[in-house]
């Protein structure tokens, strides 16, 4: 018997978890919080073998509580569940403290499936979770993408970041206007970005340049 609590901040939904796992003959549900902080206190009575834990909640999500747990209780498996687009915080929290990752637009024969993969030790990401990994794993690391500014492109975003028009920057370089456009052209490319201030603030985000002081 797999025994399992449940965190969610909406009750209509811990209640619809409850229905669907508790008709399964090797699941239990323990009981139910409607968040983090909740389920960490009930842990102090309860043995589950899972939790599974809504994403979004107040006063502790579940990526914070997954890590808590592991801290503390690290026989206790995690599967979390999501209704909202997959951000990169959450990818990057599944070697964290999260055994499992799915989006609650699973059916409950699946939803059942991870548990009990989650519960017999082994990794299980829904297919939202295993698509947005892919699709991370496509876009160019910060080492990538500044590799693949050419050291001359390095210097005219690096002026781009300043008040200097293009044709200071020619000055500065010592090359014509002209030229220094054709390397703003190849930036805006290589950064995905439409104009100047969106690859100077992209190249901020990536540490590509820093704000001189």
């Not at 589950?48 to 909640?57: H, S």
């Not at 914070?64 to 569940?81: D, G, H, M, S, V």
């Not at 909202?84 to 799915?102: H, T």
Request: net charge negative; proline share 3%.
């Amino acid at each position: 018997m797999i025994k399992i609590l449940i965190a969610d901040d909406h009750q209509v939904v811990r209640h619809g978890l409850k229905l669907a796992l508790n008709i399964e003959n090797d699941i239990e549900v323990l009981g139910d919080a409607s968040n983090g902080a909740e389920l960490l206190f009930m842990l102090k009575e309860l043995e589950p073998d899972l939790v599974l834990l809504d994403w979004k909640m107040p006063r502790m999500d579940g990526l914070e509580t997954a890590r808590n747990i592991k801290q503390t209780y690290p026989q206790i498996k995690t599967l979390l569940l999501t209704g909202a687009p997959v951000e990169n915080s959450a990818l990057d929290a599944l070697d964290n403290g999260v055994d499992g990752f799915v989006h609650k637009n699973i059916s409950p024969a699946v939803l059942c499936h991870a548990i009990r993969e989650v519960a017999a030790g082994r990794r299980f990401l829904g297919t939202e979770i295993s698509q947005a990994l892919i699709e991370k794993s496509r876009r160019p690391s910060k080492q990538e993408q500044k590799a693949s500014l050419s050291d001359r492109e390095q210097e005219v975003l690096e002026l781009m970041a300043t008040s200097a028009t293009y044709q200071e920057i020619a000055d500065q370089l010592m090359i014509s206007e002209t030229t220094v456009r054709t390397y703003v052209k190849r930036i805006f490319a290589k950064l995905d970005q439409p104009n100047r201030t969106q690859a100077v603030v992209e190249g901020l985000r990536l540490g590509l340049i820093h704000i001189q002081k």
